[in-house]
């Protein structure tokens, strides 16, 4: 079955550091990936999406992930945080039947 | 603007009462989804409908139904069967096109005392 494994729940880095989140997927087939982000009591939004071609996806505010077969993830980067970078950040696989399954998340702090 | 709706934004019950929360999309979306979010849990997946007059149960549906009679609307009951019904619940759609990309409302917040 289909799973998605985001290790750290929660992530503490400098404003101005790089970011490093990251996402295992179990997946038989080429998977669909997602990340998205959810700020406190609102809904999630995209940040970028794998689904085939270029393992190195560009997504909104700056972020990109890396979709690397052999090691199962696809882990979500930026080069330098800012302090509204603070939420929650899902990954997720695409299921079959036009389902999603989500990590559990990660929530990210942001130290001034 | 094109995007998701959910009403309201808060919600109160008492125990005992079924309570119904609203989704409206005019994305045109065939796909719509409904989802639980407690603490730590990440989404689960209550209930998806691909298509008007069909849905299916997700992974967690004891307690909760749904109705999909027009393309735009999607809205969830969650009945006094359901036995821990306070958490935030969360309602997307999709274009049903097996690219699984999904777009969130912004959620309802219900709180059952």
């Known amino acids: 079955a289909q799973s998605v494994t985001q290790p750290d729940i929660h992530i503490t880095v400098s404003e101005g550091a790089s970011l490093e989140l990251r996402c295992n997927y179990s997946y038989g087939a080429t998977p669909y990936l997602f990340w998205y982000v959810q700020s406190p009591g609102q809904g999630l939004q995209l940040l970028l999406k794998y689904f085939s071609g270029d393992t190195l996806v560009q997504g909104i505010k700056g972020f990109e992930a890396e979709f690397k077969r052999s090691q199962s993830s696809f882990n979500l980067r930026k080069p330098s945080v800012h302090w509204s970078d603070a939420a929650e950040y899902f990954c997720a696989v695409g299921a079959g039947d036009d389902k999603i399954i989500f990590g559990k998340g990660t929530r990210l702090h942001i130290l001034p | 603007d094109g995007g998701i709706t959910q009403s309201p934004k808060y919600l109160f019950r008492k125990e005992g009462q079924n309570v119904t929360l609203s989704c409206e999309q005019n994305?045109?979306?065939?796909?719509m989804y409904w989802y639980r979010q407690d603490p730590g849990q990440g989404l689960r997946l209550i209930y998806y409908s691909q298509i008007v007059n069909d849905f299916q149960k997700g992974d967690i549906a004891e307690g909760y139904s749904v109705s999909r009679e027009k393309k735009e609307s999607f809205p969830l009951t969650v009945t006094s069967a359901q036995k821990n019904p306070t958490a935030f619940y969360l309602c997307?759609?999709?274009?049903?096109?097996?690219?699984?990309?999904?777009?969130f409302g912004p959620g309802t917040r219900l709180t059952v005392t």
């Open positions: 997307a759609s999709s274009s049903s096109t097996g690219l699984y990309e999904q777009y």
């Open positions: 994305l045109n979306h065939d796909a």
